[in-house]
């Protein structure tokens, strides 16, 4: 039997009588402490719970490579009684779920024994609406980490939704615990404002950080970025909240619930896809130098012999920025593009390929 456990987000006192049982008939248990926080003195407590039992328990803190590789825990499985146990609710984590499934395709059995978890905890204790809630995203200390974090940011924000960002948490950096600071986090995204420019972050975007969550010093605070940077937030673990449109039983919650530096904003109202922002920017520019190509054209302004079919072809190309902007009115963003490659693409070749350069004067 392979158990998995979740020990909650608050510690040795927190996990469930049912799982405290389920680990005193395990041989070993395996303590994984690479997807968030368990202290020592948590596991020393779980330890000597499961020990009183005097049956033999081993149990042992396991790096990320253990359970990724994941055979031992596997073979041991398969005749014995044996649990992971992890922080919060233990099928969070992919790493999790993965050997959830082979080992149901080992026909070993399974016994999931669920707590509390720090993603839904965060958010309930928030006060915002769990299906406001897009994609959630995790952020490392990598500038690539920064940049796919953004983009999630970018594709809730269209929804109207909100960014739950967790953070890296390293538990073998050289010296000791490593948890994200929220600070460095907000410059790292301002980095990513700078290069990719999709205004959707900058010092007056309104964030939420929750710290420690489930301890006795967790402490959420809410705010702007330009009030955020400025603060202290202590050891982690931390989450972090970038808000999408607010209802307003939220907005109250924000301002009651945590300690609010600013009033609560909608991060979504301004927001634009690039494919709306590059449509508005390149409409009118197409749109007239097809006009000044067709006035050109009759007015004889360019080096060719006859003008026969070249207004049409010129209208065709018009016909296509039309199409793009009841694509962009549609939401067929995709096809919107397409029709303004089309355009432009028309009247490029007129422009070059068919000699339309006007003359010299």
């Known amino acids: 039997m392979l158990f998995f456990i979740g020990l909650g987000i608050s510690g040795y006192n927190g996990i469930s009588l049912l799982a405290l049982n389920a680990l005193k008939t395990c041989t070993i248990i395996y303590i994984e402490r690479f997807t968030s926080a368990i202290c020592d003195q948590d596991i020393l407590e779980l330890d000597k719970a499961v020990r009183s039992e005097d049956k033999g328990t081993t149990m042992l803190s396991v790096q990320r490579w253990f359970v990724e590789d994941g055979r031992e825990i596997l073979e041991r499985a398969l005749d014995q009684n044996v649990a992971l146990v ?56 990598t500038p690539l980490s920064a940049l796919s974090v953004y983009n999630t940011i970018f594709d809730n924000l269209l929804a109207g939704n909100h960014t739950l960002i967790l953070t890296e948490y390293n538990d073998v950096h050289p010296n000791g615990l490593f948890f994200l600071d929220p600070v460095r986090v907000c410059n790292m995204l301002m980095e990513a404002e700078r290069d990719l420019k999709y205004n959707i972050f900058s010092e007056e975007t309104f964030m939420v950080v929750a710290s420690r969550i489930g301890t006795s010093q967790k402490k959420i605070i809410s705010g702007k970025v330009k009030s955020l940077t400025g603060m202290n937030f202590g050891t982690g673990p931390h989450s972090l909240i970038v808000t999408g449109g607010l209802h307003f039983t939220e907005e109250e919650a924000l301002t009651t619930l945590t300690y609010n530096a600013d009033k609560p ?48 072809a010129i209208e065709n190309a018009e016909y296509y920025i039309s199409d793009a902007e009841r694509f962009l009115r549609q939401g067929k963003f995709e096809l919107a593009v397409l029709s303004m490659g089309y355009a432009e693409g028309l009247i490029d070749s007129l422009r070059f390929q068919k000699g339309l350069l006007p003359e010299s004067p």
């Open 86 to 141: 992890t922080y919060g609710d233990p099928l969070i984590a992919t790493t999790h779920t993965e050997l959830y499934i082979r080992a149901v395709k080992n026909s070993i059995n399974v016994n999931i024994l669920h707590a509390a978890s720090g993603v839904s905890s965060v958010i309930g204790e928030t006060g915002l609406h769990m299906y406001k809630f897009g994609r959630s995203v995790t952020m490392m200390s």
């Open 265 to 312: 904003i909608d991060n979504a109202a301004n927001i634009q896809r690039v494919s709306v922002r590059m449509l508005e920017k390149y409409a009118p520019r197409t749109k007239k130098t097809a006009e000044e190509m067709k006035r050109l054209v009759r007015a004889g302004k360019y080096n060719i012999s006859t003008s026969e079919g070249l207004i049409e």
